[in-house]
């Protein structure tokens, strides 16, 4: 059973916006660091986005700050990835992950993985 399920990718032109779901089963999130990172053709995995434990601590790469926002709905158990003002060199395939409270906000180590959307931005 899957228990991070993302969506949400797709293709967008430079610019534009999209809005990544990832929705947990069998963790309460509340409980638990869930981050987004991706793999894009020219990096390494990078961290991108992790919203932590019951406070919902919020932590951003240099290089989406003040274009991406996460957020989560506890009750519906999901985490959002709101992409704005996407560049070409946000394209890659996008994973939620899951970890205890205590990671390293965009580094880890995260136990559960999602299987990955992909995000193209080009016009």
């Known amino acids: 059973q899957e228990q991070l399920v993302e969506s949400g990718g797709g293709l967008v032109q430079p610019g534009g916006s999209l809005r990544l779901s990832c929705v947990v089963s069998a963790f309460p999130l509340k409980y638990y660091a869930i981050a987004w990172f991706r793999q894009t053709p020219r990096k390494e995995r990078e961290g991108v986005s992790s919203?932590?434990?019951?406070?919902?601590?919020?932590y951003y790469a240099d290089s989406v700050k003040g274009r991406f926002n996460i957020s989560r709905d506890i009750d519906k158990n999901t985490v959002y990835l709101h992409m704005n003002s996407l560049k070409p060199e946000d394209t890659g395939v996008y994973y939620c992950?899951?970890?205890?409270?205590?990671?390293?906000?965009?580094?880890?180590?995260?136990?559960?993985w999602g299987q990955g959307t992909r995000v193209t931005v080009s016009s």
């Open positions: 992950a899951l970890g205890s409270p205590d990671v390293v906000p965009l580094i880890g180590p995260y136990d559960y």
């Open positions: 919203i932590i434990g019951s406070d919902g601590r919020e």
